[in-house]
T-cell receptor, first 111, second 113 residues
Framework: KNQVEQSPQSLIILEGKNCTLQCNYTVSPFSNLRWYKQDTGRGPVSLTI?????NTKSNGRYTATLDADTKQSSLHITASQLSDSASYICVVSADNNDMRFGAGTRLTVKP | EPEVTQTPSHQVTQMGQEVILRCVPI?????FYWYRQILGQKVEFLVS????????KSEIFDDQFSVERPDGSNFTLKIRSTKLEDSAMYFC???????????FGSGTRLTVV
C-alpha cells in the first residue's frame, strides 16, 4: 500500500537550533518527493522537489536528502527562526502522478 | 509571483445546503486539483482536472461533489448537499505541466453547521 510516514509528529526547538524531520515512504513506482511548509490555515508551499537521482538539495536554510534505496527522506532546518514554526509535509508521487501526503510534522520554534 | 486564488476564505453553511468553492488557478497552468484537509488530519486528494474533464478522483469525491471550469479561468468545486463531515479546509492547486510543481491556494475553510 502506498504510504508516507513522517516523524516526529511534533517538535519543539529553541530559536537558532537545528532540527531534522524524517519521511519514510512505500510509494512505488517512485517519481519524486516534495517537502512542503504549511502555515496554520494556509495552503502548502513547496520547499524542495527531489527526483530519483538526487541525494541532496538545499533551499536556503532547508536541506533535503533522499535515499531512494531505503525510501527515506529528511528535511534539515539550520539556524531555526520563529517563522519556521509550521507543519512540514512530505509528499511522494508515483509514476502515475498519484500524490501521497504524509501527516506532517508540526514544528514549533520558541524564543 | 503568480498565485492560486481561492474565495471565499471562510464559508459557513447549513447541513443540506449547496456550496460552491471558487478557485482562480495560475493563468498558464493546465492541471487543476482540489484537496481537503480536515482539522488536524493530513491533506487528502479529491479530484484532478485536465483538458476540461476529470482525470482522476478519490473515493471521497462521490456524487455530491462536482467540478467545473466554466469560463476558462475559474475552477469551482460544488458540494450539492453538505454534511457535517464535509467541514474542512479545501485547497485548490494547479500546475503548468506534468512534471512541474504544484502551487496551492490559501484554502477555503468550510464549516457545516
Amino acid at each position: 500500500k502506498n504510504q508516507v510516514e513522517q516523524s516526529p509528529q511534533s517538535l519543539i526547538i529553541l530559536e537558532g537550533k537545528n532540527c531534522t524531520l524524517q519521511c519514510n515512504y512505500t510509494v512505488s513506482p517512485f517519481s519524486n518527493l516534495r517537502w512542503y511548509k504549511q502555515d496554520t490555515g494556509r495552503g502548502p508551499v513547496s520547499l524542495t522537489i527531489m527526483t530519483f537521482s538526487e541525494n541532496t538539495k538545499s533551499n536556503g536554510r532547508y536541506t533535503a536528502t533522499l535515499d531512494a534505496d531505503t525510501k527515506q527522506s529528511s528535511l534539515h532546518i539550520t539556524a531555526s527562526q520563529l517563522s519556521d514554526s509550521a507543519s512540514y509535509i512530505c509528499v511522494v508521487s508515483a509514476d502515475n502522478n498519484d500524490m501521497r501526503f504524509g501527516a506532517g510534522t508540526r514544528l514549533t520554534v520558541k524564543p | 509571483e503568480p498565485e492560486v486564488t481561492q474565495t471565499p476564505s471562510h464559508q459557513v453553511t447549513q447541513m443540506g445546503q449547496e456550496v460552491i468553492l471558487r478557485c482562480v488557478p495560475i493563468s498558464n497552468h493546465l492541471y487543476f486539483y482540489w484537496y481537503r484537509q480536515i482539522l488536524g488530519q493530513k491533506v487528502e486528494f479529491l479530484v484532478s482536472f485536465y483538458n476540461n474533464e476529470i482525470s482522476e478522483k478519490s473515493e471521497i469525491f462521490d456524487d455530491q461533489f462536482s467540478v467545473e471550469r466554466p469560463d476558462g479561468s475559474n475552477f469551482t468545486l460544488k458540494i450539492r448537499s453538505t454534511k457535517l463531515e464535509d467541514s474542512a479546509m479545501y485547497f485548490c492547486a494547479s500546475r503548468q505541466g506534468w512534471v512541474n510543481g504544484y502551487t496551492f491556494g490559501s484554502g477555503t475553510r468550510l464549516t457545516v453547521v
